[in-house]
């Protein structure tokens, strides 16, 4: 996947692993969650247990977005507006 990317999808994808998780706010790095292959642009910060935890994360059971009541659009909203907000500090 990585090698797909150019400068500028790399640095985006660089910017959203700097953030907190977007479920459980445990604090950067995170993982990079796509939601669409190839879609570098849309990705989640999370958590390892929020990404690929088996019972909590996203490639799971989902459970800890259930206990957020968030589903991916809502945590991709959390994503950039904490990655806005990093850039607007820096
Ligand atoms: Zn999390
Ligand atoms: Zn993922």
New binding site residues.
């Given amino acids: 996947m990585n090698s797909k990317m150019n400068a500028a999808e790399r640095r985006w994808v660089a910017l959203v692993k700097e953030q907190p998780c977007s479920v459980c706010e445990a604090p950067g790095p995170s993982?990079?969650?796509?939601i669409k292959q190839r879609r570098h642009y849309t990705v989640?910060a999370?958590c390892k247990s929020c990404?690929?935890g088996s019972m909590m994360?996203?490639?799971g059971q989902r459970r800890a977005w259930a206990i957020a009541k968030m589903d991916e659009l809502d945590a991709l909203d959390v994503t950039i507006r904490n990655v806005n907000t990093s850039l607007i500090s820096n």
Wanted: negative net charge; charged residues 10%; aromatic residues 10%.
């Fill in positions: 993982d990079a969650h796509h989640v999370l990404h690929q994360g996203w490639h």
